[in-house]
C-alpha cells in the first residue's frame, strides 16, 4: 500500500502565506510526479501545482508568482509554499502523487485525505 499523508493547513488572514507538506510512505517503487490540487465549496477539483520528479513544474495560472511548489525526493515529499494568499484561494487542498508500487509494473495515481486552507480576516 501507499499512503499520502498532508500537514500544514489552517486559517490565514488575506496577504499572510502558509506551507502545505505531503509525505508519501509505504511499497514505494518510483515516483513519477508529485503535486496538488484543490477543491473549493460548489466547484471543482482543480489544479494548483505539480512537479516532475526530474524538476519539471506546471503551476494554475491563478497561482503563479504567489505559490512556489519543492519536492524533496529523498523524503518522498512535496511541498506547496503559499504567499499573498487571497480568500478565493480557500478551498481543501489535496496532494496527489503519480507512484509506481514496487509489486506492480505501472504508475498509479494516489491521493491524500486533504488539508482544508481558509483564508479570511
Known amino acids: 500500500q501507499v499512503q499520502l499523508v498532508e500537514s500544514g493547513g489552517g486559517l490565514v488572514q488575506p496577504g499572510g502565506s502558509l506551507r502545505l507538506s505531503c509525505a508519501a510512505s509505504?511499497?514505494?517503487?518510483?515516483?513519477?510526479?508529485m503535486g496538488w490540487y484543490r477543491q473549493a465549496p460548489g466547484k471543482e477539483r482543480e489544479l494548483v501545482a505539480t512537479m516532475t520528479t526530474g524538476g519539471s513544474i506546471n503551476y494554475a495560472d491563478s497561482v503563479k508568482g504567489r505559490f512556489t511548489i519543492s519536492r524533496d525526493n529523498g523524503k518522498n515529499t512535496v511541498y506547496l509554499q503559499m504567499n499573498s494568499l487571497m480568500p478565493e484561494d480557500t478551498a481543501v487542498y489535496s496532494c496527489?502523487?503519480?507512484?509506481?508500487?514496487?509489486?506492480?509494473?505501472?504508475?498509479?495515481?494516489?491521493w491524500g485525505p486533504g488539508t482544508q486552507v481558509t483564508v479570511s480576516s
Open positions: 509505504g511499497s514505494i517503487g518510483r515516483i513519477n510526479a
Open positions: 496527489h502523487g503519480q507512484i509506481r508500487p514496487y509489486y506492480v509494473g505501472y504508475f498509479r495515481d494516489y
